[in-house]
């Protein structure tokens, strides 16, 4: 069983860049696709951004195209969650996610996809 450890949190004006993190245990990190969620105060869990078992295809939100990347390093056991430009609509609790997936290239962006969850960190980007 993987378990999931968000990292990264952090306070930053609009337009700045953080980085987040999410580092699993256990030995089969790579049979999993990895993906980011948020949620903002009063508002359901949204899809951010997945990234397939070998890391050949990406899906990100709309909302963050072309700002967020998110990678990983399965030597690292690690998904990365790299956010620029960000904006203040950003502000929400990030969580990680992992979807014991078949197939090596198809990721989801529906949270039930996904069986394990991180804790969360705070992301929070003030204007």
């Known amino acids: 069983q993987v378990q999931l450890v968000e990292s990264g949190e952090g306070l930053v004006q609009a337009g700045g860049s953080l980085r987040l993190s999410c580092a699993a245990s256990?030995?089969?990190?790579?049979?999993?696709?990895m993906g980011w969620f948020r949620q903002a105060p009063g508002k359901e869990r949204e899809f951010v951004a997945a990234?397939?078992?070998?890391?050949?295809?990406?899906r990100y939100a709309d909302s963050v195209k072309g700002r967020f990347t998110i990678s990983r390093d399965n030597a690292k056991n690690t998904v990365y969650l790299q956010m620029n430009s960000l904006k203040p609509e950003d502000t929400a609790v990030y969580y990680c996610?992992?979807?014991?997936?078949?197939?090596?290239?198809?990721?989801?962006?529906?949270?039930?996809?996904?069986?394990?969850w991180g804790q969360g960190t705070q992301v929070t980007v003030s204007s």
């Open positions: 256990g030995r089969t990190f790579s049979s999993y696709a």
């Open positions: 990234i397939s078992r070998s890391r050949d295809s990406t």
């Open positions: 996610a992992a979807d014991r997936a078949l197939s090596t290239v198809v990721v989801a962006t529906t949270a039930n996809k996904y069986e394990l």
